[in-house]
Structure formats: C-alpha cells, structure tokens
C-alpha cells in the first residue's frame, strides 16, 4: 500500500484493498481441494518415486512450509493420509490449478 501511495499517488482504505485483491483473485492461501492434492502428491511422488517436487499456482510457487503446516494442522493421523492419497494423488482434478516439477 505504502509503495503504490508513494510510487503512483494512489491511496485507499484497507477495504477497498481487500476488496480489489478479492476482484483480482488474488490470495495467499489456497483452498483446502488444491492443498490436498499439492500434499498427496508430494508424499506419493517421496515415497514411490524417492523425488523431491516443487509446486506452482498461478505463477508463483507454494513454499514448503505452506504444505507442513497444512498437514501439521489436516492430517493428525495415517488413515487420514491414506485416504487423501487415494483419492487425490492418482489422478489431478481438472478444477485444481497446480503444476509441479522436479527441483533441477
């Protein structure tokens, strides 16, 4: 806010901000459908593939601590993790925007 003040001239309240980045699509967390199937598949490409895997959405990469934290606070125990990764980590969903790569 501070740089488009002093950069452009352009002010507005934390309201209308909110209220543009909600327009724009813009958010820093992700919805609980992507981040299952961003955990699923890191754990299934780890244990059966032994590859380590980075993940993008729109553009820019969901860092590593996201998706612990994510499975610190969804998945207390192994059924659990089971079932997401049955579910999830076979076959991407075409609604979920994520792509992921192996680190070069």
Same mark, same amino acid.
């Given at each position: 806010?501070?740089?488009?003040?002093?950069?452009?001239?352009?002010?507005?309240?934390?309201?209308?901000?909110?209220?543009?980045?909600?327009?724009?699509?813009?958010?820093?967390?992700?919805?609980? +459908?992507? $981040?299952? &199937?961003?955990?699923?598949?890191?754990? %299934? /490409?780890?244990?059966? =593939? *032994?590859? +380590?895997? $980075?993940? &993008?959405?729109?553009?820019?990469?969901? %860092? /590593?601590?996201?998706? =612990? *934290?994510?499975?610190?606070?969804?998945?207390?125990?192994?059924?659990?993790?089971?079932?997401?990764?049955?579910?999830?980590?076979?076959?991407?969903?075409?609604?979920?925007?994520?792509?992921?790569?192996?680190?070069?």
């Amino acid at each position: 806010m501070k740089t488009f003040e002093k950069e452009y001239g352009f002010e507005a309240s934390i309201r209308k901000w909110k209220s543009k980045l909600d327009e724009w699509k813009f958010s820093t967390n992700l919805r609980t +459908d992507r $981040m299952l &199937f961003v955990f699923a598949k890191r754990e %299934k /490409r780890a244990v059966e =593939e *032994g590859k +380590d895997t $980075m993940f &993008f959405h729109e553009g820019s990469q969901i %860092k /590593r601590h996201k998706i =612990e *934290g994510f499975k610190r606070r969804n998945m207390r125990n192994q059924k659990a993790a089971e079932n997401i990764d049955a579910i999830y980590a076979t076959q991407k969903p075409q609604s979920i925007n994520v792509q992921y790569s192996t680190p070069s």
